[in-house]
């Protein structure tokens, strides 16, 4: 047993010396980092206040709305102010500021987004019936508020959108991702998305920085509405390098739609699988045409061939 603690000391030892090369990942920095479960929790609260029927907490022992909202949106303002404050500083024009000014603007921030929620909430009461009207599975829309990935990625993703639109650095990235990592469905926070938005099964969706998705767009899962290349790394930062897609625009599953000067024009529909690098114009319908499918049989397995050949076996999907 002694020996076991001594070779774990020796270990402690070499991992804690591995530390000391001055790396970005040997940065030990706790109280200048963001607290990515605060954020976490910040998430889960304000749904509880977009949703307030539906996701109540049940630490608060108390009864009426007014009261619960009251505690909610003070745990949220106050969790709030204490994260923003923190990484303001990942900002340039704030790192000679003193504390106290950055205390000021992170507590101005976060009310800037407190009052935003009236905007989110009228934003995702439209996506919720476009889900419902969408989708001839849904139950109704308690199932959608309670079960569906699309809906509560396109959730995160208005909040944290207004956070990025208040220059807010990694919060709403990490939001966002927090999304990704229970869902499947990657949208950044900085994709502007309109109203009845609605993502049908979800998994597998990649959404850039950039791209604009107009109102009463449908898109399924495996879509990637992403850049042409991202070669040029740091120099392609603030440039238009994700499509626009237009109202009323329906893309299925496992399209990719490429490049910041791509347009998919209203009313148009995206095919399965179909790889686009070039404006689509308004009501086109874009489909793969002659998919070759080959079926080949082994011998050794014990499969009835029936009336098909292998040399017959070539059937084309439009």
Known sequence: MHKLEDRVNDLTRNIIGDFEENRTIDEVKIYDHPDDEAIKEIVGSLRK?????YFRNKDYRVYTLRNNMGMLIEDVVFKLIKQISIVLRYNEKYVKLSENEINIRAEEITFDFMNKLPKIRAFIETDVQAAYDGDPAAFNKDE??????????????RIAHELFLLGVPLIPRIMTEYAHSKTGIDIHPGA???KYFFIDHGTGIVVG?????????????GVTL????TRGGQSLKNKKRHPTIEDNVTIYSGASILGGDTVVGRGAVIGGNAFI????????KVSIKNQELRYKYDASLPV???DFDEEESWFYVI
């Open 277 to 284: 690098t070039k404006s689509v114009p308004e009501g086109a």
């Open 144 to 157: 959608i508020i309670y079960s569906y990935p699309g809906l509560y990625a396109i959730l995160v993703n």
């Open 226 to 229: 992403g850049a042409l290349s």
């Open 209 to 221: 920085e950039t791209t604009i998705i107009g109102n009463n767009v449908k898109i399924y899962q």
């Open 304 to 306: 009835e061939k029936k």
């Open 192 to 194: 502007t998305i309109g």
């Open 49 to 53: 206040i977009i949703f307030p029927g």
